[in-house]
Nanobody, 120 residues
């Protein structure tokens, strides 16, 4: 089994910053891609950012350089630094990891989600 535990969500004022963290644990043989998705009320889940095991990153255009994704392969963690937040960034943010685990086929695992609310 593989578990993803997220932390760092909360309430922030427009223009503020938050840092989301996600840690993967369990019977992990290898983690390929990791990253974050988000889902706002009434909208589909969308990619925020992703990072490969080699450190190559991919950001959604709407992030406009405000977000930075980083990864620690030794700790199986991925962090999302979010700056210049706006109310449009309000959503539940989900961490994911593309994992090969012991006695399991390669597949995506998801965290439980963490709420980010941007409001004055």
């Amino acid at each position: 089994q593989v578990q993803l535990v997220e932390s760092g969500g909360g309430l922030v004022q427009p223009g503020g910053s938050l840092r989301l963290s996600c840690a993967a644990s369990g019977s992990i043989l290898n983690i390929y891609g990791m990253g974050w998705y988000r889902q706002a009320p009434g909208k589909q889940r969308e990619l925020v950012a992703a990072i490969t095991s080699g450190g190559s990153t991919n950001y959604a255009d709407s992030m406009n350089g405000r977000f930075t994704l980083s990864r620690d392969n030794g700790k199986n963690t991925v962090d999302l630094q979010m700056n210049s937040l706006s109310p449009e960034d309000t959503a539940v943010y989900y961490c994911y990891a593309d994992v090969m685990a012991v006695f399991s086929r390669r597949r995506d695992y998801w965290g439980q989600g963490t709420q980010v609310t941007v409001s004055s």
